[in-house]
């Protein structure tokens, strides 16, 4: 069984790494071309940003590989013969608590150097050390308290059940709409100040949109992301009386009103579908389905691993091999993204004009050197948002790529 498990997650690296080298490839070759989208600078900035990310992350796929199988081979008999405790709870409590943090320090170093020297060098991180650091501790201190519930939790259930992995489903899935939440109520303003727009002209108008969706929100609030970070975003968060809109100083400075309110009526269209419902319980489905196969894992996994049947073990497995169930699932659940973010195109364009939305998508890819062409296979296994090419020319744009403009010429 563990040979099988070693060869899946071995063929999983390799597809992984497979896509990242054909993506260098195709952006190395895009980047010679006639600028789409972005300015001819920024065109070049991004295609040099993706390159050095992607690389990053094909040593990052080879990096996990071999902690994979460190961990399988040594690691996790190594840990299981260092923990004593005698309550089961406690000790699956202590093991998953210090395999995550193990797990944290083994992939710091690639953290850092993305936060600290490819972000830096490419004008995207503007946080400083201190802020880092205390980010660092408060997010430690959030996962030790109440991770560490969790996986009591979940332990307790595994003690107290036969079919425990349906209860433990339940239980998660529970916790994980509770988070959503609480989630821009009490946990984001830990880490940024929220502050209520001050630009009642803008507020008026969101708030109109919101009445129009027959959206209910808990108010509309600017984000202090530029202590962190240059790039744009908005968001509509929370579930339930918590939902409030989120926008990013940098979004409010950067873009004018049409194009905020064309951004925030996209958003709202995902509403209106009910897409956040959607992605709810196909996330819940998916859930569903790795609480009921690691639920039920052959007990000769555990002489394999080295380790005495405990239930913490099943916890690390899950963590360990959740991803390439992910993995599986994203092509399909991709396809279904793709197709509402058409849609909530759409509905944005109505709430204010297809023009505006146009606009507002090319500034954001722009100020977020978002590189507009990727390879088919990286969109078919990754991209959850159609390319950005495809969604202009469905809101009216006339966008050709040098490819295009070979076969049909362009327009000057």
Not at 117 to 136: M, N, P, Q, W
Request: hydrophobic fraction near 50%.
């Amino acid at each position: 069984m563990l040979m099988m498990i070693s060869v899946i997650y071995t063929l999983y690296a390799f597809i992984k790494f497979y896509v990242a080298i054909m993506e260098i490839g195709f952006v190395i070759k895009a980047k010679k071309t006639k600028p789409v989208i972005l300015t001819p600078a920024n065109f070049i900035k991004a295609a040099n940003y993706k390159i050095a990310t992607s690389k990053i992350e094909l040593v990052s796929i080879l990096y996990d590989l071999l902690l994979f199988f460190w961990w399988i081979g040594y690691g996790l008999n190594m840990l299981d013969s260092q923990i004593y405790f005698q309550n089961e709870i406690l000790k699956s409590v202590v093991f998953v608590d210090a395999f995550i943090v193990i797990n944290y320090l083994f992939s710091l170093p690639f953290d850092l150097h993305k936060t600290f020297s490819l972000d830096k060098e490419f004008g995207f991180s503007k946080i400083d050390a201190k802020t880092y650091v205390i980010d660092t501790v408060k997010s430690g201190l959030l996962f030790l308290v109440f991770g560490s519930l969790v996986i009591a939790l979940i332990s307790w259930i595994m003690l107290t059940f036969v079919s425990w992995w349906i209860w433990g489903f339940v239980a998660v899935f529970i916790i994980i709409l509770f988070v959503n939440m609480i989630y821009p109520t009490l946990i984001a303003p830990i880490f940024n100040k929220f502050t209520p727009l001050e630009n009642e002209d803008l507020k008026s108008a969101i708030e109109n949109l919101l009445q129009k969706a027959g959206l209910k929100s808990s108010g509309v609030f600017s984000l202090d992301a530029s202590k962190r970070d240059s790039r744009l975003n908005a968001y509509f968060g929370g579930l339930g009386k918590s939902k409030r809109v989120v926008l990013f100083d940098t979004l409010i400075e950067k873009l004018d009103k049409n194009e905020l309110l064309a951004v925030l009526g996209h958003e709202l269209g995902h509403f209106k579908h009910k897409d956040i419902i959607k992605n709810i319980l196909s996330s819940g489905l998916m859930l569903f389905v790795m609480f009921a196969i690691f639920g039920n894992l052959p007990q000769d996994i555990y002489i394999e691993l080295g380790v005495i049947n405990g239930i913490y073990i099943n916890i690390i497995l899950f963590l360990m091999l959740s991803p390439i169930l992910s993995f599986l699932f994203m092509p399909i659940f991709g396809m279904i993204s793709r197709k509402n973010e058409y849609a909530a195109d759409e509905y944005g364009s109505e709430c204010e004009s297809k023009e505006a939305l146009s606009s507002a998508l090319m500034k954001l890819a722009d100020e977020n050197k978002s590189f507009p062409l990727s390879h088919p296979l990286s969109i078919f296994l990754y991209f959850t948002h159609p390319p950005l090419v495809e969604r202009l020319r469905k809101l009216g744009a006339n966008i050709k790529t040098s490819k295009e403009c070979m076969e049909e010429p362009c327009q000057a």
